[in-house]
């Protein structure tokens, strides 16, 4: 296990290596929460409701999905795609590593950084914007959003490890990536709550994929699901996990049959 | 004379550029896809909270979804014509921008308009009918009221534009390019809905520092009749402002070409 602590070392100091980079990366995640933020503050007014949120709630959904966003998006993944087409990840099979275990290592790195600098961001616009969120007092419910930010984690990852994958047979593979992070965007709770919309929308969204990457995990800790819709959001969480975990050493087993090594 | 060798050059790119979108027949029509379901999923997030809450910041789903369509025109067409700015970095680093310099034209014209993205095209199109249904259901628009409106969204172009070159300069001086762009983009984003929804001093500060709200919610307002003659003065000083800044950035960042990576 080891080396894996390297790996996720020298990932952390890879990014801050490329510190301006990574702190313009950081400021355009602040410029986005914010409008966000802005937009949910005039809509809902301080007395006023929007389906089950009134004001306080929604702001601690937009906060919550903001930090949950930052350990589960963040991730290394994406550069899988140019990896393979530039045999770049050559490099990685020869080595005494298995490969999910070094790039799960890298999105380890990537993701404490990110979590890092989401808590200074967090801490300051509460210091400035001196919003009125709600805070979980029952150990139970944080406990469970934990356990679901990890099968989010999870998950993500698989998702994000299979786009990198079709590098096996295009080079376009930021083309898909860029439908995904519009999906995320929208379906998987980043700008607002799920159960905002119809709901029959909302009924099909349940066994989505993307519901449990933000915001089952958010709504746990909001503690506004009950414990068997809670235990039910776990197994489908835990399911799509299972899955993709198969799907992607399926496709990684057909793609390294297409891989020539191109560009070594 | 000039205008039109220039015009000559920036079809003949921009037929180029096209030619190199369209050799990945799946890319292409990905991120054309991609293109559109963003605009219809944040157009149906838009009319899903302004038919639920009746209004956001006062203005009635109409009025927001004119925003909303006005800020897409804006975007598309500036990223329609200034796409080249997103391949600078390249330029610089390779050293290529030195063959660049060597060339009989303008190196700002070429980093600018360099070849346009034939993709944002249809964007455009689509925005325009959003604006021109918004008009027809919105009702009172005046003709004086549309004449400000493209006024104003030619002042929101010299503002982009001053910004790209701004864009450019850093590049020159940092080989910093791709965030920083971005970092521009997800600022012009911030105007998708009308700026009054910032509080003070943000929205202070993305009307006249950082001119999102001149930018993206002037035009709209004007259109709608709720702009005042001191707020147009101030967006078309602000607009020349800025491109002269800029030229003058441009022009402090090329006597800081060090050329060091040819």
Redesign the interface.
């Known amino acids: 296990m080891k080396k894996y602590w390297l790996i996720i070392k020298n990932t952390w100091s890879e990014t801050l290596t490329y510190r301006?980079?990574f702190v313009?990366?950081r400021?355009?995640v602040v410029?986005?929460f914010?409008?966000i933020y802005?937009?949910w503050?005039?809509?809902?007014p301080p007395n006023t409701n929007?389906?089950p949120y009134d004001q306080k709630l929604i702001l601690t959904y937009i906060l919550g999905a903001w930090f949950v966003g930052a350990i589960v998006f963040s991730t290394r993944t994406a550069d899988i795609g140019e990896a393979i087409n530039s045999g770049d990840v050559s490099n990685t099979l020869i080595k005494p590593v298995n490969f999910f275990l070094y790039w799960f290592s890298r999105d380890l790195g990537d993701k404490a950084m990110n979590i890092m600098f989401s808590v200074v961001e967090i801490t300051l616009v509460f210091l400035i914007l001196e919003p009125s969120v709600f805070i979980q007092t029952q150990i139970t419910f944080f406990a469970l959003a934990i356990l679901s930010i990890i099968l989010a984690v999870i998950i993500y990852f698989f998702i994000s490890t299979i786009l990198g994958f079709l590098g096996f047979w295009?080079?376009?593979t930021?083309?898909?990536r860029?439908?995904l992070f519009?999906?995320v965007?929208?379906i998987a709770g980043e700008?607002?709550p799920l159960d905002?919309?119809p709901s029959g929308v909302m009924k099909f969204l349940q066994f989505s994929p993307f519901t449990y990457l933000i915001y089952f995990p958010v709504k746990v800790y909001l503690g506004q699901l009950s414990y068997p819709q809670i235990l039910g959001g776990l197994t489908i969480a835990l399911a799509w996990t299972i899955l993709f975990y198969l799907f992607t050493k399926l496709v990684w087993r057909f793609g390294l049959r297409f891989y020539a090594a191109q560009g070594r | 004379m000039i205008v039109k060798r220039y015009l000559k050059i920036w079809l003949l790119l921009t037929i180029k550029a096209s030619q190199i979108a369209f050799s990945s027949r799946l890319g292409t029509s990905l991120f054309l896809f991609g293109k559109l379901l963003r605009f219809l999923l944040f157009l149906g997030f838009i009319l899903l909270i302004a038919v639920k809450t009746k209004a956001i910041a006062g203005y009635s789903l109409w009025q927001v979804v004119l925003f909303f369509a006005t800020f897409n025109l804006i975007d598309n067409v500036t990223q329609f014509f200034l796409r080249e700015v997103y391949r600078f970095r390249a330029y610089v680093v390779s050293g290529d921008f030195d063959y660049i310099l060597t060339k009989p034209w303008s190196p700002l014209a070429k980093s600018l308009f360099g070849g346009s993205d034939i993709l944002d095209l249809p964007m455009v199109l689509l925005s325009v009918v959003l604006i021109f249904i918004s008009i027809i259901k919105l009702e009172y628009i005046t003709p004086s009221g549309i004449i400000l409106y493209l006024l104003l969204i030619i002042c929101s172009e010299i503002i982009a534009l001053s910004f790209h070159i701004a864009v450019l300069a850093i590049g020159i001086l940092t080989t910093e390019v791709d965030n920083t762009i971005m970092l521009y983009r997800d600022l012009t984003s911030m105007g998708r809905f009308p700026v009054d929804i910032y509080r003070e001093p943000i929205s202070w500060i993305i009307t006249f520092v950082i001119p999102v709200g001149i930018m993206m919610t002037y035009p709209a307002k004007a259109l709608m009749g709720l702009l005042s003659q001191t707020s147009l003065i101030i967006a078309v000083s602000i607009s020349f402002t800025f491109l002269f800044l800029s030229f003058k950035f441009w022009r402090f960042s090329l006597t800081h070409y060090t050329s060091a990576s040819s």
Request: aromatic share 20%.
């Open positions: 301006l980079n313009m990366w400021i355009r410029v986005q914010l409008t802005f937009l503050l005039a809509v809902l929007f389906g295009t080079p376009e930021w083309a898909p860029f439908i519009i999906l965007g929208f700008i607002f905002i919309l």
